[in-house]
């Protein structure tokens, strides 16, 4: 069975720059997740999908960062303009939904911004 | 608002030994907690779950325990070896929605 899959890997940009990340999740995930991660730090919950709709988008900097996921499936979380402290490593993570739990990740994406 | 606390933020231990990480949480009503597992320049790996009516799961040398009232979780690595290097990190979830709350991770390291 095919993991989560990101891309791009890493991206370095300057700040005020645009950048884009993609996420592929498991197929049948119903629900997606799109996790900030800064160095020494534990994940932050940027979104939540649930198919195509958000269910938990609290913690997006709405000013700059922007996700969808069109037809339920893949997605893709934008940042403009992007700021120095916004580097940091964006993982996406899939779940069937409903009561299983578990998570799975990608190998997420290293965003440095200079 | 719920806090996950884990302690120490790193751990060496000789090969072989058996070894205890901790995850403490201030809220006691959470619906489950789970210990992931991360590698360098890698994402997550789900490790083991605990719902929040159980005491305890296993993984092979791995054991979760969960004490609610407590706010506190152990992870148990029996006869570790280099390859369970990693950083590992607890997660609790409030309400199934599976909006995880964090904590910062204990890097291990096995030496040989």
């Known amino acids: 069975e095919a993991g989560v899959a990101q891309s791009p890997r890493y991206k370095i940009i300057e700040k005020r720059q645009s950048v884009a990340f993609w996420c592929n999740p498991i197929?049948?995930?119903?629900?997606l997740y799109w996790y900030q991660q800064i160095l020494g730090q534990g994940p932050k919950l940027l979104i939540q999908?649930?198919?195509?709709?958000?269910?938990?988008d609290s913690q997006l900097p709405k000013d700059r960062f922007s996700a969808e996921r069109l037809k339920g499936v893949d997605s893709t979380l934008k940042i403009q303009p992007a700021k120095l402290e916004d580097s940091a490593v964006y993982l996406c993570?899939?779940?069937?939904?409903?009561?299983?739990?578990?998570?799975?990740f990608g190998e997420g994406s290293r965003l440095t911004v200079l | 608002k719920q806090e996950v606390t884990q302690i120490p933020a790193a751990l060496s231990v000789p090969e072989g030994e058996n070894l205890v990480l901790n995850c403490s949480f201030t809220?006691?009503?959470?619906?489950?907690l789970q210990w992931f597992r991360q590698d360098p320049g890698k994402g997550l790996t789900s490790l083991l779950l605990?719902?929040?009516s159980q005491r305890e799961q296993t993984s092979g040398r791995l054991n979760a325990s969960l004490d609610k009232s407590s706010g506190r979780s152990t992870l148990y690595i029996a006869a570790s070896q280099p390859g369970d290097s990693a950083t590992y990190l607890c997660?609790?979830?409030?309400?199934?929605?599976?909006?995880?709350?964090w904590g910062a991770g204990t890097k291990l390291i096995i030496k040989p």
């Open positions: 993570a899939s779940s069937l939904g409903g009561f299983t739990g578990e998570l799975f």
């Open positions: 197929s049948g995930h119903a629900t």
């Open positions: 999908f649930q198919n195509n709709g958000v269910v938990d």
């Open positions: 809220d006691s009503a959470i619906y489950n």
């Open positions: 605990i719902q929040s």
């Open positions: 997660a609790v979830d409030m309400d199934s929605n599976y909006q995880l709350i």
